[in-house]
Nanobody, 124 residues
Framework: QVQLVESGGGLVQAGDSLRLSCAAS????????MGWFRQAPGKEREFVAA????????FYADSVKGRFTISKDNSKDTAYLQMNSLKPEDTAIYYC?????????????????WGQGTQVTVSS
């Protein structure tokens, strides 16, 4: 099993920045990719960004491309999501996820482990 714990959420104003962290523990050697998803009230969970744990390959949703950056620190088993130029529509609960598959994918069903989520609220 792999445990994921997110941190770094909060309340910010439009245009501000936040950095989310996702610390992994347990059988982390089995993780090959990590991703960030978000879910706004009344909406389905949507893909935000993903990174290959060994390759470093990244992929982003069009809605965040150029504003968000996903990164990782293998020595700390931690993934990050740097969010710049935040907009009110970025308001959501942000979830970290990990998968055993080697491919960076966007489908939530493809991920094996999930964190509890961290709230990000962007005021206008």
């Amino acid at each position: 099993q792999v445990q994921l714990v997110e941190s770094g959420g909060g309340l910010v104003q439009a245009g501000d920045s936040l950095r989310l962290s996702c610390a992994a523990s347990g059988r982390t050697f089995s993780v090959f990719a990590m991703g960030w998803f978000r879910q706004a009230p009344g909406k389905e969970r949507e893909f935000v960004a993903a990174i290959g744990w060994r390759s470093g390959t990244t992929f982003y949703a069009d809605s965040v491309k150029g504003r968000f950056t996903i990164s990782k620190d293998n020595s700390k088993d931690t993934a990050y999501l740097q969010m710049n130029s935040l907009k009110p529509e970025d308001t959501a609960i942000y979830y970290c996820a990990a998968r055993r598959g080697v491919t960076v994918v966007v489908g939530a069903a493809e991920y094996d482990y999930w964190g509890q989520g961290t709230q990000v609220t962007v005021s206008s």
